[in-house]
């Protein structure tokens, strides 16, 4: 029996505490939370662990600086202190990074006021970070020699804090913790409905791999499916005081422009901030904020257009970026919170609105001026519970506010009457230092301390330790029976062979983009299409999947091949 059978079998019978539909970010760290102090949870979801909305972000964990120009001095504060306790808690993998920004010529503020507001930032960020600095043109020339100063009219380096690896894998950071602590949780497992019989949650699941049909038994139902969970509301028939409104952001990964570990930062044609950020070997371009009117979108030509012209505009490069030097392409959603009268209100008069002429606007800019209050929508998450019927829904949220989520679903839980233990902060983040120096005396002792990831510039001991935590120790014991495990697979990346094989055997990946966007970032740093150039991606994907590792290949090569190609005009 395989691991996902076994899985799957554990979710028959037995009545759950809980059962969490949705593994973005507000559903993994709520089984975390949950699972740690004492809860039986499951966790289903119909694609893969953080697949949407929680995979498509700037891969950055913020205060929200932006929030202070719309007063929302309250939100700042709470991000701040989020941000700080991530930091602390996952010191490897959330890192402080320093922003360099540039402010234009005509801005609405002048630069000297942006420095104060990113002094007042630091404040509220209670000094975890270091101070900002304000920069002249010429010092801000000095600082990065890219950055066109020919229409700023000064800048200034501020810092925040920044995933090392992709957002994703902090996701599933969160599923592993749920997994530990005994949680039953299961990707590509849909949820047709849920409907409450005799005290109890019966809800009816489809195991997307086999169309076999389950019947999973909870106490409590937590409706996390981010984006969806107006939809799932409606298939479970239970109102709520919040909907969901849209937004689309948009990401271009293209070679790297900067050496440094650094965050460049400007305000766009729209306003708003706008970012080069590194990613792996690469960088990271955008985001965008356009209104859309479903939970599924994709890149237009326009998106990417916008995106490039801004960059080209602000930096000077050898040559501007055009589509041809897009590696791969980030597209997700965020789910804004409104009442639920100011939702309807939105909804009805987005449909009167002309939907051909609004895309052509999104990417351009142009809409910013008609979206009047759509960018100034609070990006706080809300929690709405019933307590007769023991139903939770999670409408917005993000990254940096996560752990704030899972405290308060833990608070909620705890109402509803279902007995956990008196909460601990101990339920997320890094082993402590006394496994971590275990694992760096083992390795060492072996020989490991000597190895180098040229891509990351980082030690191999550094990467293993943040990505795989105490696993890592399982991959000491792998190398030493197999040396040849250590060497890299791919050209231009630092995997090696030993954590293909642990990811088969530990993440539960289950399809081979799984592993490829989410686990790693091999999909998103080299191209799907170079991927599949390579000889290399078969012996991956046999190391994963075994005698169905072909089937796998043929699947991912066959499913979406121009997603992420800059070609593609979808």
């Avoid at 706008?274 to 599924?296: A, H």
């Avoid at 917005?396 to 109402?415: M, R, W």
């Avoid at 029976?481 to 791919?490: K, S």
């Avoid at 299409?529 to 390579?534: G, H, N, R, T």
Wanted: aromatic share 8%; hydrophobic share 40%.
């Amino acid at each position: 029996m395989t691991q996902r059978q076994d899985t799957l079998k554990q979710l028959d019978g037995e009545c759950f505490d809980v059962l969490i539909v949705g593994g973005g970010i507000n559903g993994a760290v709520s089984a975390a939370a949950l699972a740690s102090h004492g809860a039986r949870v499951a966790l289903i979801d119909r694609d893969d662990f953080g697949s949407a909305t929680s995979a498509n972000s700037s891969n950055l964990v913020w205060g929200g600086i932006k929030y202070l120009e719309s007063g929302e001095v309250a939100l700042v504060n709470e991000l701040c202190r989020s941000r700080n306790r991530l930091m602390q808690r996952f010191p490897s993998r959330i890192r402080e990074i320093r922003f360099l920004t540039t402010v234009p010529k005509g801005f609405r503020k002048p630069a000297w006021m942006v420095y104060i507001g990113a002094l007042l930032y630091w404040g509220f960020g209670r000094g975890a970070t270091r101070m900002p600095e304000y920069l002249s043109r010429r010092r801000l020339q000095q600082r990065q020699p890219l950055i066109d100063i020919a229409v700023a009219q000064g800048g200034l380096e501020y810092s925040d804090a920044w995933l090392v690896d992709n957002d994703a894998r902090l996701t599933f950071d969160f599923v592993r913790t749920a997994i530990r602590q005994g949680a039953v949780v299961a990707n590509y497992v849909a949820s047709e409905g849920s409907q409450q019989i005799d005290n109890e949650w019966h809800t009816c699941v489809v195991d997307q791999q086999t169309g076999a049909q389950r019947l999973i038994r909870s106490r409590v139902l937590l409706n996390a499916t981010g984006p969806w969970v107006d939809g799932y509301n409606q298939l479970s028939q239970q109102s709520a005081g919040h909907h969901h409104v849209y937004s689309k952001g948009i990401h271009l990964i293209v070679p790297r422009l900067i050496e440094e570990e650094r965050v460049l930062a400007f305000f766009a044609n729209d306003g708003r901030l706008f970012f080069v950020i590194p990613m792996g070997s690469k960088t990271c371009l955008g985001t965008t904020d356009t209104r859309v009117t479903r939970p599924e979108s994709v890149v237009t030509a326009a998106d990417r257009q916008f995106v490039l012209d801004n960059v080209n505009q602000r930096l000077k490069l050898d040559k501007p970026l055009t589509a041809a030097d897009v590696i791969s392409e980030r597209c997700g959603v965020r789910p804004l919170v409104v009442a639920s009268a100011a939702a309807e209100n939105q909804d009805n008069a987005e449909n009167q609105a002309d939907s051909v002429n609004q895309d052509n606007k999104e990417a351009t800019g142009e809409a910013g001026k008609e979206q009047g209050d759509w960018l100034n929508l609070s990006r706080r998450h809300a929690i709405d519970a019933s307590a007769d019927h023991r139903y939770l829904s999670i409408f917005g949220g993000k990254l940096t506010d996560c752990v704030n989520v899972g405290e308060e679903i833990y608070d909620h839980i705890s109402a509803f009457g279902i007995p956990l233990q008196p909460r601990s902060d101990r339920w997320f983040g890094e082993p402590d230092e006394r496994r971590r120096e275990g694992f760096w005396r083992q390795a060492t002792e072996q020989g490991l301390d000597q190895y180098w990831c040229e891509h990351r510039r980082e030690t191999l001991l550094q990467r293993w330790w943040r990505r795989y935590g105490t696993d890592a120790f399982e991959l000491l014991v792998d190398v030493a029976d197999h040396p040849e495990w250590l060497r890299p697979l791919l050209e231009g990346d630092d995997l090696r062979e030993a954590e293909v094989r642990l990811a088969a055997r530990l993440e539960m990946v289950t399809r081979l983009e799984d592993f490829l966007r989410r686990r790693t970032m091999l999909e998103l740093t080299s191209g799907k299409a170079a991927l599949a150039q390579s000889p290399v991606l078969a012996h991956i994907s046999e190391l994963l999947f075994g005698s169905a590792g072909e089937q796998q290949l043929r699947d991912y090569l066959n499913t979406n091949v121009a997603d992420h190609l800059p070609e593609a005009d979808l």
